[in-house]
Structure formats: structure tokens, C-alpha cells
């Protein structure tokens, strides 16, 4: 029997509707910190648009401030921020906050630092880091998920994923060799999406909107056929035939699991993928627009102001200059 591996290398990854939506998602590390931190010590982050903010307590303990709450980590504990809200951490004691831009960060590598602050009291070793979302999926995810996520590590079941990858990240920051930088990133990324499956699976029958509706055996088809082909010019009756609903049913279903009808999201999804394009190409405008589906460049101009508020040059100016 001959081994079809090309066949085999092409054919997806089957999993449930959460599984696919992460593995579409496309996470680029903006950069990593190996942090020792020793008491009195205390650090204050910016807001960092469509990023995720993340801290992994390897050794000691870390307590964060959300607002005028307070929770203590302890090693192997992982806190994600999902939607790069600001935040403060400290040793638990100190009440000077040091924003991050005045800490004493070296840079080692592009994406990799190392930050040695505070006292001469009790150390606490992190890995800490920031990634940047590049799929438009990723975005409406944000919208699902909570301000933080915290994973406790679980010493009764230590052959848990997050407890076996805190220790890899462990063992790589502890002495960084040939690759580590790479393999540091990988790690995060599947810290990361980890605790997003965690927070998802959690939720349950409390599940709404987008998020339910992919799980929707009917209305998730519908959803992939306009993420699978933005440019084809979709029609209400023809989504509605691909799926096998009437007309009426189909429009009623995806406006309540949605929460907008079919074509309105089709254009939110042309301009979401337009909008990551323009900011993370340099294709034309035009290109942009003829591949998700417009005639022209004014056309899609047009268009996505409408959606967006601005012009596709305007978001691509702002983007050029705040780099």
C-alpha cells in the first residue's frame, strides 16, 4: 500500500469548534522577559493594544492588583491578561509602583530581555511576555474572554500540560543556550492558548453569541464557508441552501446566535481581514480590495469607512507611525 503523504499532510486537524477556532489563531511573541526579582519590589504595566500580556511564576511568589483586588501567585502559577489591560504586580509589600518603561530591562536578543530589580530581600523568578494577535478571529475571541485568566498549578495532578510546560520554561530560561529564544516562544504560545481552552471549556452551557454559534452544527457551517471565501459574493439564499435551512430559519438563527444577519457579518469579516492586512502588508490598497471581494479600489474605500470610521489609508498611517 503506498503512503499518501501529501494527502495526509493537507487534511485538517478534526476537533471540536473551540479546538478549530484556536488553531486558526496565529500568535507572533513580541517579545519575552526573564525577570529576578528580589524584595521590596513592585512594577506597573501599560495597556498594550490587541496584545496579551502574560506572567509565569517559576520560583517565589508574585501578588497582582486588579484594581483593589489582590491576588497572590506562587510558583508554576500562570496569569494571562487577554486583552493587554494595564496592571500592577509586586512582592506584596512595596507601594511605589516603577512603570515598566523605567525598569532596568536589558535587551538580549530582538524579543528577548532580562530584568534584575528590587532589594536584597526574598527573590522571585518570572518569565513574562507579550503577544501580538495577527488573525482578525483573534480579535472577536478578546471580546469572550475576561480582563485576566489565572491557572494555578495543581500539585496533585502534576502531569497536568500547563504544569509540565511551566517546567520546560523553567528549565530553558535557567540556562539559555542555542535556540532557546525560539523555544521560549513556543512554550508561551501554548501557555497561552492553553489557558484560553481552559477558560472556554469552563464555560459551558453559559456559552452566547459568536462564540456559540460556531459550536452550532448548522449556523458554524455558515460561519466557515464566509471565513473559508470572504471575496465570493455571498448571498443570503445561497448560504442558507449550502447549509440546508430555509431562507427565513436561517436568517432568524444567525441574527439571534450572531447577533447581526449573515451579509452584515460578511462585510465585518471583509473589513476585519482588511484592516490586519493593511496594518501587517505592504499590499496595495487596491489588492487588499480586489482579494476580499470589491471591483475597486473606491469601492472598498468606501465600504470600509462605513465600517471601520476610517479610511483604509488613515488606519494604515496611524499604524506606520506608532511603530
Not at 10 to 37: C, K, V, W, Y
Not at 178 to 198: F, N, P, Q
Not at 221 to 241: F, G, N, V, Y
Request: net charge negative; hydrophobic share 40%.
Amino acid at each position: 500500500m503506498n503512503f499518501d503523504y501529501k494527502n495526509r499532510v493537507n487534511t485538517p486537524i478534526s476537533d471540536e469548534p473551540i479546538g478549530r477556532l484556536l488553531d486558526s489563531l496565529r500568535m507572533e511573541s513580541a517579545f519575552f522577559t526573564q525577570s529576578i526579582l528580589t524584595a521590596p519590589w513592585a512594577m506597573e504595566m501599560p495597556p498594550m493594544h490587541n496584545c496579551m500580556m502574560f506572567h509565569l511564576v517559576l520560583e517565589g511568589e508574585a501578588t497582582f492588583h486588579n484594581g483593589p483586588e489582590k491576588v497572590t501567585l506562587h510558583g508554576g502559577d500562570f496569569m494571562l491578561y487577554p486583552k493587554g489591560e494595564g496592571h500592577r504586580l509586586s512582592d506584596g509589600s512595596c507601594s511605589f509602583f516603577t512603570p515598566l518603561h523605567d525598569l532596568p530591562i536589558k535587551t538580549v536578543t530582538e524579543r528577548y530581555e532580562t530584568l534584575e530589580y528590587g532589594g536584597s530581600g526574598t527573590p522571585t523568578s518570572m518569565v513574562c511576555g507579550v503577544l501580538l494577535f495577527q488573525h482578525p478571529l483573534a480579535i472577536k475571541l478578546l471580546g469572550i474572554l475576561p480582563s485576566s485568566i489565572l491557572i494555578r498549578r495543581n500539585n496533585s495532578t502534576p502531569d497536568s500540560i500547563v504544569e509540565n510546560i511551566a517546567d520546560l520554561l523553567k528549565s530553558e530560561t535557567n540556562q539559555i543556550g542555542i535556540g532557546a529564544e525560539a523555544v521560549i516562544a513556543r512554550l508561551a504560545d501554548i501557555m497561552v492558548i492553553t489557558a484560553m481552552r481552559r477558560y472556554l471549556q469552563e464555560l459551558g452551557d453559559d456559552k452566547t453569541g459568536w462564540l456559540g454559534a460556531l459550536e452550532d452544527d448548522r449556523i458554524g457551517k455558515a460561519l466557515k464557508l464566509i471565513h473559508d471565501a470572504p471575496a465570493h459574493h455571498w448571498s443570503l439564499d445561497e448560504l442558507a441552501q449550502r447549509i440546508g435551512m430555509s431562507r427565513t430559519s436561517f436568517a432568524n438563527q444567525f441574527k439571534k446566535l450572531v447577533g447581526n444577519t449573515p451579509i452584515e457579518y460578511l462585510t465585518e469579516w471583509r473589513m476585519s481581514l482588511a484592516y490586519s492586512r493593511l496594518q501587517l502588508s505592504k499590499d496595495s490598497i487596491l489588492m487588499i480590495g480586489l482579494d476580499i471581494g470589491y471591483q475597486s479600489e473606491a469601492a472598498f474605500s468606501r465600504a470600509f469607512k462605513k465600517v471601520m470610521g476610517k479610511s483604509p489609508t488613515e488606519v494604515r498611517k496611524a499604524y506606520q507611525m506608532a511603530m
